[in-house]
C-alpha cells in the first residue's frame, strides 16, 4: 500500500489553482477599499443596503443604540413571542441571545435558560459598551426575527442553524458552499471554529464532498448523515440576490452569508471583506483561475 | 506587475546603496589602521582576591580620556561581583566598586581598557578655576608631603634672591628634581623630605619632592596617578606632578624629565592618592596591571575625524550605550523573522510584534528569570481572567486589574526572593510584566473564540518566533556587528520589500490543502 504524502508540493498546489493566504491578501488589498469596509463589518449598514436592494434580510424588530433606551426593549419586543439579539459589529455568532419564549418579562432561550428583564438589560449594556465588538468599540444591538430553519437542515444541523457562504469576484459567484455545526463548533458555523463545510456546484445547487477542520469528509460527524447530493432549494434566487448585493456594496472580493428560512426563503445574514479560503476545501477547487477570469 | 517590477528594483537598489556603504567604511577604516604615530593600547587589571566575606568591597580608579588618548572599550569580568561604575562630577573621577555577595574562596576580577593613542603636539594643560579654598588645599603639606618642613624651605632660599615669577620658579624646581635627585628603585623613598635629603628616590618620592618645593613656594600643586603607556610585561603605576599657574593645571614629570608637554602615553588615573586598587573585607589580595600594544586598531575611522561624520560611527560611544543600541540596531531583524514566520512558513502568533516585543523584554532578564515570570505572569494571569470573565467587565478596566495583580504577585516574588538572599535586578523583572500581561488577555479571548488547541497552537508558535527573536537579540558579536555597521539595515529593508510581495504559499498551506491533490487524484 502508498504511504500518503503529509503534504503537497508548492507546484501541485499551484497546477489546481490553490488560492493561498499570501495571494488572497495582495487580491483584497487590489480591489477592496478600505473605506467600503464599514458597510460590511458593520450589520446594520449591511442590512439598509439589503433593504434598499430587495434583497431579503430578517426582520428587524428595533434597534437599541444608547444606553438610555434599553427601556425601549420591553416595547420593541412586545407582540414577539421569538427574537433574536445582536450587536451590530460581532463577529463569530459572539454576544448572540436567542429568545424562544417571551413572556412579557420573562425570556427562555432554546435551551431552557431563563432571562429576566433585568439579565438582559446587564447583557445589552454589556454589548453597547463594546464587550463582543473588535477592540472594544462602542456597539448598536439589533433585535431581529428568529430563523425557522428550512426542512432540508433537519438531519444535518447540529446545535445551530446552517448557512451558506458564497463568494464572489466583481459580482459574480465564484464559489460556494453549506456550513453545518458541529458539536466541535458549539453550534457555530465558523469553520476555523470546527463546523463542517460542504461544497456547492455553482450551476446546479447541489452538494458535493465535504471538509471537516481541514480534512476531507463525507459524511456529518455527528449525525453520520450523507452530506452530498443534497439540492438547495431557491438556488437560483440565492445567487441573483447575492449578485445584487455585491454590487451595492461595491467590493470586488466578497463572503456573503445567506440562511434559509422555513418560510421567508433564503435571507443574507451578512457580508464578509475577507473571507477564508477553506471554502476551496469544501469544493476541491481552487479560487486561482476563478479570481482571473473575472479579472 | 508594474509594482512588483518596482519594488524588486527598489530592494536591489537599496541593497547595492548597503553594500556601497560597507565597503566604503571598510575601506576607510582600512586607511584608518595606517594613519602615522597612533597606536591601540590595552590596559588590564587582575585583581585575585582569596577568602572574601560577603560585602568584601573592591574599589577601583578606572582611566581617564584625554585630548590624546581615548578609551573606546572598556571590559569587566567579575565572577559573582555586584558591579556599579561611580563618577565624580567634581574631580571627574571615575571608580569601579564591586561587591560580593556572598562568602567566597576566591574571586577573579579583571578589567580591560582599550586605549586609542593620537600623539598631538599641544601642551598637557588644561584650564580649571580653583576657588581660595582649593588653592590652599594644594599649598598645605600632606602625608609624604612635607611643604612646611624647615628643610624642604631651606632648598628654596637659593631661588627666593632671585626674586623668580611663579612660572619660573616651577621650571626652577623641576630642573632640580630631576636633575639632582636621582630615581631610585622601588624600595626607595617614597617620602618629599627623605628624598630630597638622600637625593634618590623612587617615581613616588620624587613627584612629592618637587610638589613638596612646589608648595612651600606657594605654587598650588599635586600629584598626578597613572600609566605610561609603554611594552612591559609587568607595569606599575606611574605618578608626576601637576602644577597650578595662572588658571591653569600644567604638567610636570621629573622623573622622566618632561616639562609641561607630557607624552601622549601618560594615562590619567586621578589624584593624590597612591591606591588605585583598595579592597576590603578579604584576607588576601594581590593585583597586577599589565600593558600591551594592539597589532590593529579596532575602531573606526570615522570617529577619528573631528566632523560631523563621527556621528556615522556608533562605536565610539561609552560601551553601556552600545549593548543597548545593538538591541535596538537586531530589533529590526527580529521583526523580518517574525515576517518570515508568519508570511513564509505560516506560523500563526498572537499579534505581529508581540513576540519581537516579548523577546526584546527577556534580554534584559537572564533566561532562567524570564522563564520563572514567563510562568508566573501566565498562571496568575490565566486564573484571574477567567475569575474576571464572570464579572463581563469592559476590556481596558479588566486588563488593569490583571496587570495589577501580575505585579503584586512579581513583587511580593521579588520580595521572597530578597528574603532568601537570592535578590534579582529590578530592571529584568520590570519590562516583560506588561508586555505579557498582554499577551494573556490575547491568549483568552483567543480561546474564547477558537477553542484551547488553536489558542496554544498560537502560543506555540509565539514561544517559537519570540524565541528565534531571542536568540538574535542576545548574540553578542551579531550586536556588535550591527553596531559597526548600521547601514546593514538597509538589508532588512530591501528584504522585507521582497518579502511585501510574495504571493506564494505558506508552508503549511502545503499541509492544509494537501487533501485537495489527493482527492483529486482517487477522482479521475
Known amino acids: 500500500m502508498k504511504i500518503k504524502r503529509f503534504w503537497a508540493w508548492p507546484w501541485e498546489l499551484r497546477s489546481h489553482e490553490i488560492l493561498g493566504l499570501n495571494a488572497r491578501n495582495f487580491f483584497i488589498q487590489k480591489v477592496n477599499s478600505r473605506a467600503l469596509y464599514p458597510r460590511v463589518d458593520d450589520k446594520l449598514i449591511t442590512k439598509r443596503i439589503c433593504q434598499e436592494e430587495q434583497v431579503p434580510v430578517p426582520q428587524t424588530y428595533g434597534v437599541i443604540e444608547y444606553l438610555g433606551d434599553v427601556k425601549q426593549f420591553l416595547h420593541i419586543v412586545e407582540n414577539h413571542p421569538e427574537f433574536v439579539v445582536k450587536p451590530s459589529r460581532g463577529s463569530g455568532g459572539r454576544g448572540i441571545i436567542v429568545i424562544s419564549k417571551n413572556d412579557g418579562n420573562r425570556f427562555e432561550t432554546p435551551n431552557g435558560n431563563v432571562f429576566s428583564f433585568a439579565d438582559i438589560q446587564y447583557r445589552i449594556s454589556a454589548i453597547l459598551a463594546g464587550l463582543y465588538s473588535l477592540g472594544g468599540r462602542p456597539d448598536k444591538i439589533i433585535i431581529e426575527q428568529l430563523i425557522k430553519p428550512h426542512i432540508i437542515y433537519e438531519k444535518l444541523a447540529v446545535k445551530g442553524t446552517p448557512d451558506i457562504r458564497i463568494i464572489l469576484c466583481h459580482n459574480i459567484p465564484i464559489m460556494a458552499m453549506l456550513r453545518l455545526p458541529t458539536q466541535t463548533s458549539q453550534g457555530r458555523a465558523n469553520l476555523h471554529q470546527g463546523a463542517i463545510g460542504v461544497g456547492i456546484h455553482l450551476d446546479k445547487g447541489e452538494t458535493c464532498g465535504g471538509v471537516h477542520k481541514n480534512r476531507i469528509v463525507s459524511h456529518h460527524p455527528d449525525t453520520c448523515e450523507k452530506i452530498e447530493d443534497i439540492l438547495i432549494p431557491q438556488w437560483e434566487k440565492i445567487l441573483s440576490m447575492t449578485s445584487r448585493l455585491s454590487r451595492a456594496i461595491g467590493l470586488g472580493y466578497l463572503g456573503v452569508d445567506i440562511i434559509l428560512d422555513g418560510e421567508q426563503g433564503p435571507l443574507v445574514l451578512e457580508a464578509n471583506a475577507r473571507p477564508g479560503l477553506a471554502i476551496q476545501m469544501a469544493n476541491a477547487c481552487g479560487l486561482r483561475a476563478k479570481l482571473s477570469r473575472c479579472e | ?524
Open chain 2, 1 to 524: 506587475m508594474k509594482e512588483q517590477k518596482l519594488t524588486i528594483i527598489s530592494a536591489i537598489f537599496i541593497a547595492l546603496v548597503a553594500i556601497t556603504l560597507i565597503t566604503w567604511r571598510v575601506k576607510s577604516d582600512l586607511k584608518a589602521k595606517l594613519s602615522p604615530g597612533e597606536s591601540v593600547w590595552r590596559l588590564s587589571y587582575k585583581v585575585i582576591i582569596n577568602k572574601a566575606k560577603a560585602g568584601m568591597r573592591l574599589q577601583m580608579s578606572l582611566p581617564r580620556t584625554s585630548s590624546q588618548s581615548r578609551i573606546f572599550q572598556e571590559k569587566f569580568l567579575r565572577s559573582g561581583l555586584l558591579m556599579d561604575i561611580l563618577r565624580s562630577q567634581s574631580t571627574k573621577r571615575r571608580e569601579a566598586i564591586a561587591v560580593a555577595l556572598t562568602d567566597t574562596e576566591k574571586i577573579y576580577f579583571t578589567a580591560e581598557f582599550d586605549i586609542r593613542l593620537k600623539p598631538q603636539n599641544k601642551p598637557s594643560m588644561y584650564k580649571e578655576l580653583l576657588d581660595a579654598n582649593l588653592q590652599a588645599k594644594y599649598l598645605t603639606k600632606q602625608k609624604g608631603i612635607q611643604a612646611k618642613s624647615s628643610n624642604i624651605k631651606k632648598i628654596l632660599q637659593k631661588w627666593r634672591a632671585q626674586k623668580l615669577d611663579k612660572e619660573k620658579l616651577a621650571d626652577q624646581i623641576f630642573q632640580y628634581c630631576s636633575d639632582q635627585i636621582a630615581l631610585g628603585g622601588e624600595s626607595s623613598s617614597i617620602d618629599a623630605k627623605e628624598t630630597l635629603h638622600q637625593k634618590i628616590g623612587n617615581s613616588l618620592g620624587k613627584a612629592r619632592a618637587m610638589v613638596a618645593l612646589c608648595r612651600a613656594g606657594k605654587i598650588p600643586s599635586r600629584i598626578a596617578v597613572g600609566y605610561v603607556l609603554e611594552k612591559t610585561r609587568k607595569a606599575k603605576i606611574h605618578t608626576w606632578v601637576e602644577v597650578y599657574l595662572e588658571n591653569h593645571w600644567i604638567s610636570y614629570d621629573p622623573n622622566y624629565g618632561y616639562a609641561r608637554q607630557l607624552p601622549a602615553s601618560y594615562i590619567l588615573v586621578g589624584y593624590d592618592y597612591d591606591k588605585v586598587i583598595q579592597v576590603t573585607g578579604a584576607k588576601e589580595w594581590d593585583y597586577q596591571i599589565s600593558i600591551e600594544k594592539l597589532p590593529v586598531s579596532p575602531t573606526s575611522a570615522l570617529s577619528q575625524t573631528n566632523s560631523l561624520l563621527a556621528v556615522a560611527d556608533l562605536t565610539r560611544m561609552p560601551s553601556e550605550m552600545q549593548n543597548a543600541i545593538a538591541v535596538l540596531l537586531l530589533l529590526p531583524l527580529g521583526t523580518l523573522i517574525t515576517v518570515i514566520f508568519r508570511s513564509i512558513i505560516g506560523l500563526s502568533t498572537f499579534g505581529t510584534f508581540a513576540p519581537c516585543l516579548i523577546a526584546l523584554s527577556f534580554v534584559y532578564a537572564d533566561w532562567r528569570t524570564g522563564l520563572a515570570i514567563f510562568l508566573i505572569v501566565m498562571f496568575v494571569g490565566l486564573s484571574s481572567r477567567g475569575l474576571l470573565n464572570r464579572l463581563k467587565l469592559l476590556i481596558l478596566p479588566r486588563l488593569g486589574i490583571i496587570l495589577t495583580l501580575v505585579v503584586l504577585c512579581m513583587v511580593m516574588g521579588v520580595s521572597l526572593l530578597d528574603y532568601l538572599e537570592l535578590t534579582p535586578s529590578a530592571r529584568t523583572v520590570v519590562l516583560p510584566i506588561i508586555i505579557l500581561t498582554m499577551l494573556v488577555e490575547r491568549f483568552y479571548i483567543s480561546v474564547e473564540e477558537d477553542g484551547i488547541r488553536s489558542s496554544l497552537k498560537m502560543l506555540a508558535g509565539t514561544i517559537l518566533v519570540a524565541f528565534c527573536c531571542y536568540s538574535l537579540l542576545s548574540w553578542q558579536e551579531l550586536g556588535l556587528l550591527a553596531v559597526t555597521y548600521p547601514e546593514a539595515q538597509l538589508f532588512i529593508i530591501s528584504a522585507l520589500l521582497i518579502l511585501g510581495r510574495y504571493t506564494g504559499y505558506r508552508l503549511t498551506e502545503l499541509i492544509r490543502f494537501r487533501d485537495i491533490i489527493a482527492a483529486k487524484k482517487e477522482k479521475p
